[in-house]
């Protein structure tokens, strides 16, 4: 039996930083290629409701990309959780309340917004782990 080294337990913080890392990227990716999706369908009902989608899926994927590396720990994964949690949010409020000058009535629950949004509200919590835990350079 022998014990484990300085180094080999150091590994263990970094590969659950990185797998984090890559989950909360994966969300980012798949969350923006929904909402990219879907601008079609929202511009038949409404120019702003599909720029809002638009302009979502942009944000999404431009912090997926961001986030891939660790040099931009300090602001992309308190940004991707922000982008992330206000997206589950909106998705939220458009089934409960409605969304002024967008929505204006509440909406019927599907199965892809909600399990697409479950996926954001989890990713955005994961990414507090990336804030809070550092991985060593």
């Known amino acids: 039996m022998t014990l484990p080294t300085t180094r080999s337990l150091h590994l263990a913080p970094v590969r659950v930083n990185v797998?984090?890392?890559y989950y909360v990227v994966l969300v980012c990716t798949a969350s923006a290629g929904v909402h990219a999706a879907l601008v079609p369908?929202?511009?038949r009902e409404s120019r702003a409701l599909g720029l809002a989608f638009a302009l979502c899926a942009g944000f999404l994927a431009l912090a997926a990309l961001v986030l891939r590396q660790s040099?931009?720990?300090?602001?992309?994964?308190r940004t991707?959780?922000?982008?992330?949690?206000?997206?589950?949010?909106?998705?939220a409020m458009s089934r409960?309340?409605?969304?002024?000058w967008l929505i204006p009535h509440?909406?019927?629950?599907?199965?892809l917004g909600l399990a697409t949004?479950?996926?954001?509200?989890?990713?955005?919590?994961?990414?507090?782990?990336?804030?809070t835990r550092k991985e060593p350079q």
């Open 19 to 21: 797998a984090v890392r």
């Open 41 to 43: 369908e929202h511009l």
């Open 71 to 77: 040099r931009h720990d300090s602001w992309a994964p």
């Open 80 to 91: 991707a959780g922000i982008l992330l949690g206000l997206t589950a949010l909106t998705y």
């Open 96 to 100: 409960t309340t409605g969304i002024p």
């Open 106 to 111: 509440p909406e019927q629950l599907d199965v």
């Open 117 to 131: 949004s479950a996926a954001e509200v989890l990713a955005a919590l994961s990414a507090t782990l990336l804030i």
